[in-house]
């Protein structure tokens, strides 16, 4: 597979077309289903998170079935489509009675110059800023497209993490949208945030133009839409699940009710299949139900169980393939509880570890400074990238006005209570800012209905200044990368990968070109594998127990067990040596394979070394 080639093709491009074409047949389902749907905008978010969700579950059929072929794929999206007009031509007589509005035309200029700034970006190759879409987001789909079907990949845990937007990635891949393809639908995830965003708004009763201001501004947010990642897909689903929810509590006709509890739990499901963080949210939904139940006695507990049903239906079936993979149905956590397989109890501490390094720390009183710290130290809660890990000011802002206002909106409560629990699991559990993301919209939509308190309009000046100010500010900040994206179609893709994965690029080229397509690859202090057309293995101890370091002497002893694996290359990215790691026992190992000639230089550029993999024979070895 050919990944640039389909940059130069811009691959992108059919792929925004067939986003919009599932976004008509999911809102076509819609219509069928009767909703009361406060505007088109909510329609089309419910909409098109219904067909991506069937396509990503169809597209899972079709790999365990081994079926990934790209004829099977665009079949697939036909049949969504059938669908989709079957259903319109069922309603096309029936009056749907929503308005016809969709976006306020205030939304149109700021909403206009960030897409302008995300989609060069979207449709750039993923390079340095897309760190986990080149390790696992986008490699793991591309791993199984060379073998033709899913299965279970021994060195990446990660594929074993819920994949629904995974399988958006996988099949624009697959009929050869490319990377840049699959980047739209992630993109896509911030439409269906900004529209459920307005359409919750409109449900409390006040205009969500400066809410949806708010949030688009945010620059991890705006940053997350240009790369292949899983988070906003996850707000996206929690979004529209607590928007469907809330809609079925205020709602007094049965029918109706019960109609949007099962889209809840289809949300829920969802968003159960994008992260196993998720669990928490829905745990929380089902609280928050049964306190609407027992508020109001609308809502029967009969209903809340069938719609957690629901979910628990949608998202399962995620948790059982990892659990026949590894027997561990949320591997590879819990593995004191749980096991796993290829996982150790000095896995997981090492993973544990990894966690707990970002934050300020986990006393009490960092909690009630945590909107303080992620304003002001944002970069102690995110990987080590400039900006794009920030959250803004305005959510800050907006806590002021808090202590003093009285009178809410009754979905407020809601907003608070599912924000404030949320923030305490994040606060436990693992304090990176993209894991937080779920609670940006409810945050948003208090901003914004700040924003536009007539009885309190200091206030409300305040704060739409401030949202000005961040989305100016998000803009510049932001530019750097745009700018960058823009020698894509100046320089070609190449270029631009050689200038944003200095080295990296070059050595994946140098192997392509220069070792059999049957050469396996070990990858040390490295994991972004994704543009290597070979078979790779991530080398580091603490991803799988393929490779038994404990058990070798000497760097021969590696070679030979590598070679004997089927591995006759390796590729290390001198760049991430910890300092002082010097003196552990695999990097002794491979220091003295180097030494004895097992290991031969082949290529290096900038800090990334391509070795061959030259095993020597016993008897000179043991000499």
Not at 563 to 569: A, E, S
């Amino acid at each position: 597979m050919d990944n640039i080639r389909l940059y130069e093709a811009w691959g992108w491009i059919p792929a925004l077309l067939a986003v919009a074409l599932l976004a008509w047949a999911g809102a076509m389902w819609c219509r069928l289903w009767r909703l009361p749907f406060v505007n088109a905008g909510e329609r089309f978010a419910f909409g098109l998170a219904l067909s991506t969700g069937v396509l990503s579950y169809l597209t899972l059929l079709a790999g365990l079935l081994g079926r990934l072929e790209r004829g099977m794929l665009w079949l697939l999206f036909a049949g969504i489509l059938v669908a989709g007009g079957q259903a319109w031509r069922r309603t096309r007589a029936l009056h749907v009675h929503t308005s016809t509005s969709f976006l306020s035309r205030r939304l149109v200029l700021p909403l206009g110059l960030l897409a302008a700034l995300a989609l060069p970006m979207v449709a750039s190759p993923p390079a340095a800023t897309d760190w986990d879409g080149l390790s696992y987001h986008l490699a793991a789909p591309a791993i199984w497209l060379r073998e033709g079907r899913i299965g279970y990949i021994p060195f990446m845990h990660h594929s074993n993490f819920p994949f629904v937007i995974e399988m958006q990635y996988l099949w624009a891949m697959g009929v050869g949208m490319g990377a840049g393809g699959a980047k739209v639908f992630h993109w896509a995830t911030l439409l269906l945030v900004v529209a459920g965003t307005l359409a919750f708004a409109c449900r409390a009763g006040f205009n969500g133009f400066w809410a949806a201001i708010s949030l688009i501004s945010v620059p991890v947010v705006l940053w997350e839409s240009t790369v292949a990642y899983a988070d906003l897909a996850t707000t996206a689903y929690t979004l529209l699940c607590l928007l469907a929810a809330w809609s079925a509590s205020g709602e007094k006709d049965v029918s109706a009710r019960r109609g949007w509890l099962a889209m809840a739990g289809l949300m829920g499901g969802l968003a159960l299949g994008t992260k196993m963080t998720a669990l928490g949210s829905m745990g929380l939904l089902a609280v928050l139900l049964f306190w609407e139940s027992v508020r109001q006695r609308q809502i029967r507990l009969t209903e809340i169980v069938l719609c957690m049903g629901v979910a628990v239906a949608v998202g399962a079936p995620w948790y059982i393939k990892t659990y026949l993979y590894t027997g561990n149905p949320v591997y590879p956590f819990f593995y004191e509880l749980f096991g796993g397989r290829n996982w150790t109890a000095e896995n997981a501490r090492i993973y544990r570890e990894a966690q707990l390094a970002f934050g300020l720390g986990r006393e009490p009183h960092q909690l009630l400074l945590a909107p303080f710290n992620l304003t002001f130290y944002w970069n102690r809660f995110f990987d080590p990238l400039p900006f794009v890990g920030s959250v803004g000011f305005v959510y800050l802002a907006g806590l002021i006005p808090l202590f003093f206002v009285r009178c809410l909106p009754d979905s407020a409560r809601w907003w608070v209570v599912f924000s404030l629990v949320s923030l305490v699991l994040w606060f436990v559990l693992m304090q990176q800012v993209r894991y937080l993301m779920t609670i940006f919209p409810l945050a948003s939509l208090w901003c914004g209905w700040l924003a536009v308190q007539q009885e309190r309009r200091w206030t409300a000046r305040a704060m739409q200044v401030a949202m000005v100010l961040q989305m100016l500010w998000c803009a510049l900040g932001i530019s750097p990368l745009w700018s960058k994206s823009l020698t894509v179609w100046r320089d070609g893709a190449s270029v631009y990968l050689q200038d944003t994965l200095p080295g990296l690029w070059q050595a994946c080229e140098w192997i392509n070109r220069h070792t059999p397509r049957d050469a396996g690859v070990v990858l040390y202090d490295e994991t972004r594998g994704f543009y290597l057309q070979r078979r790779y293995l991530w080398g580091n101890p603490g991803h799988h127990t393929l490779i038994d370091y404990d058990s070798m002497t000497d760097g021969d002893m590696l070679v030979r067990s590598l070679h004997r694996m089927g591995y006759q290359v390796v590729l290390q990215n001198l760049a991430f040596v910890p300092p002082g790691s010097e003196g552990e026992g695999w990097r002794r190992l491979v220091v003295d394979a180097i030494a004895r000639g097992a290991l031969v230089e082949r290529f290096r550029e900038k800090s990334v070394v391509v070795f061959e993999v030259r095993p020597r024979p016993i008897a000179v070895a043991q000499r």
